[in-house]
């Protein structure tokens, strides 16, 4: 986990060699408290033994948010570790045939997450109520699996152009599948922040998740909408070029600017560059 006494950073990026595939791969978090607010909520992960980087963006009262955050990446670390050492081990849920083992183990690792935040919540009163939004991208043979509950973020950065490949589970994008909305409909949207699917809402959460191809040099952000909510996605993918050969620098400059622009929430951004080939 984190440690908050390190400036909310994890140093330098750290590159890694792709278990059976020909690529490396940089990765590098940095989270913040925000201009608002009196404390973090947010954490993130980077497991590199197991090419696995997971940002949850907490909520709830009386720092409970904090709480949920730490629990899901938690519990997540503890299942990708122990079906690493024992990969015949039984799994709290069934396979879905439909998806490989590696997408299988990610989406089981949430719903393990999601059911230790809501039986934590039943249990103990202090903790009732509390969340959290969660992305997460897996490293494996075939690409990138990503992963997501909530309204926490994944884009790619590709040839000078962003993509989000996440879908928010927002009442805001309820109402955007449903009809279009004017940009300053969305700006005066009085329920932008509620969120319609996280975890710790119920004893069961559906996961969403696809399998991305990457080409070299691609970079792929995970950030917390305390990112995404006050840099726009040009300005997001703006700041990355810029700094594209200096993930750490790209990381704390998109941080700056979401402070920038007002730091309502707390932020946090992790960024994986698929390096390319090796010799």
């Keep these: 986990m984190i440690d908050r006494e390190e400036a909310f950073s994890r140093g330098k990026p750290r590159e890694r060699d792709v278990p059976g595939h020909p690529v490396r791969m940089e990765l590098i978090g940095e989270t913040n408290v925000g201009m608002k607010r009196a404390h973090n909520e947010d954490n993130f992960s980077i497991v590199s033994e197991e090419n696995l980087v997971i940002v949850a963006d907490g909520m709830g009262g009386h720092a409970s948010g904090e709480v949920a955050s730490k629990m899901a990446i938690d519990a997540m670390r503890e299942f990708f570790e122990a079906t690493a050492k024992d990969p015949d081990a039984t799994w709290p849920y069934k396979m879905d045939k439909q998806r490989s083992y590696e997408e299988n183990r990610l989406i089981t690792s949430v719903k393990l997450a999601n059911l230790r935040i809501f039986e934590a919540a039943q249990r103990e009163p202090r903790y009732r109520g509390m969340g959290t939004t969660l992305v997460v991208c897996l490293v494996v043979r075939e690409g990138i699996i990503v992963g997501h509950v909530g309204d926490s973020r994944v884009y790619r950065i590709r040839n000078g152009a962003i993509d989000q490949l996440t879908e928010d589970h927002s009442l805001l994008n309820d109402y955007l599948k ?48 305390g990112l995404s909510g006050p840099v726009s996605d040009p300005e997001i993918l703006r700041l990355v070029e810029e700094n594209k050969s200096d993930l750490k620098a790209a990381a704390s400059r998109l941080i700056a600017r979401a402070n920038e622009n007002g730091g309502p929430d707390n932020i946090t951004a992790c960024l994986i560059r698929w390096v390319g080939p090796t010799n």
Excluded at 180 to 187: N, Q, R, S, V
Excluded at 192 to 217: E, Q, T
């Design 178 to 225: 449903m009809r279009k909305l004017t940009e300053e409909e969305i700006a005066n949207f009085p329920h932008k922040n509620v969120i319609v699917r996280a975890l710790g809402m119920k004893d069961s959460v559906k996961v969403d998740s696809k399998l991305d191809h990457p080409n070299a040099g691609d970079i792929y952000l995970l950030c917390s909408d």
